[in-house]
């Protein structure tokens, strides 16, 4: 049995069943908007999993989409193609929605592009901060700071709070922005207890049946930036459980940072993995299986 996807994207492949999709995580990785032809196994799993995992705790803050998470319970044809291609623990049964075109993102610290902003105008998204911050510091409250969701091969930009009601009107942007602060304070909540900041994070939210739902992924490595509670020193650039290792390691090389991307040594590929394992792990109080070779 073949079955092409509808869409796929840098990381996710969509199917469209009719009624409904289902996101199939694979172990791609992608770095300055490049795919890169070496994958890192078990991180499509994981961020399905982590995703189900916040799905069912936030649900109490606002609806999501996913319906099954199993893919012996999909419908046919579906579980058994999914049986057939490695799509357990990866794919999403999951309700459609009309997705917003803004990413719900907010941060809690001062870091990445928002230290940029910041150093160069006081402000993030027009979001006028104290002065004298270092990076990394914690902000008085988080802020939501959303961007213009970009096409494939171009780049997210902040946007203000003007515009994001001019996009989403004032009644829904205020929806969407009171929706992602609540999520954030209590996966940054949860997260702390397990010894993790939550540093930023974003979100895409949708539309179902006139309600606002999250789609997508949530709270993952992917989506988000936390950092080691006993590493945590404002200050300077913080050590975090995302593909950042990825990053480093080709900016050491002569890659002008366009396609085709460079292949990744062994050592990256497996250092990069345990990075994602060990988000699981400490997030969920669970232990990833050492190893399923497999990468997709």
């Not at 409904?20 to 999993?49: E, M």
Request: glycine share 6%; charged share 25%; with cysteine.
């Amino acid at each position: 049995m073949t079955i092409q996807p509808s869409k796929s994207g840098k990381v996710r492949d969509i199917y469209d069943t009719g009624d409904n999709l289902i996101l199939v995580a694979s172990d791609r990785i992608s770095a300055f908007d490049v795919v890169l032809p070496t994958p890192i196994p078990d991180k499509g799993k994981i961020l399905s999993t982590l995703s189900v995992f916040w799905f069912a705790r936030t649900s109490h803050i606002i609806d999501n989409h996913l319906l099954l998470h199993r893919t012996e319970d999909f419908p046919a044809p579906w579980n058994e193609f999914g049986a057939q291609n490695d799509w357990e623990g990866r794919a999403l049964l999951c309700r459609k929605a009309q997705v917003l075109p803004v990413e719900c993102v907010v941060r809690g610290y001062l870091s990445g592009s928002g230290w940029q902003q910041y150093q160069q105008s006081g402000q993030v998204c027009g979001v006028r901060l104290p002065p004298d911050l270092r990076e990394a510091d914690k902000l008085p409250s988080p802020i939501f700071t959303p961007t213009t969701k970009a096409e494939i091969g171009d780049h997210d930009a902040p946007i203000s709070w003007l515009e994001t009601v001019e996009i989403l009107g004032e009644k829904r942007a205020v929806e969407v922005r009171e929706a992602s602060l609540a999520l954030y304070e209590w996966i940054a909540a949860f997260a702390l207890g397990r010894g993790l900041i939550l540093a930023d994070t974003k979100f895409e939210m949708g539309l179902c049946d006139g309600d606002l739902i999250v789609v997508d992924e949530m709270a993952t490595p992917d989506s988000s930036r936390y950092w080691d509670t006993a590493q945590y020193e404002p200050g300077r650039a913080q050590h975090s459980f995302d593909k950042q290792f990825v990053r480093d390691y080709l900016e050491t090389l002569s890659w002008n940072k366009a396609a085709p991307g460079p292949d990744l040594p062994p050592d990256v590929v497996e250092k990069s993995r345990a990075k994602y394992v060990e988000a699981y792990n400490r997030l969920t109080a669970l232990q990833w299986p050492e190893r399923d070779v497999r990468a997709r």
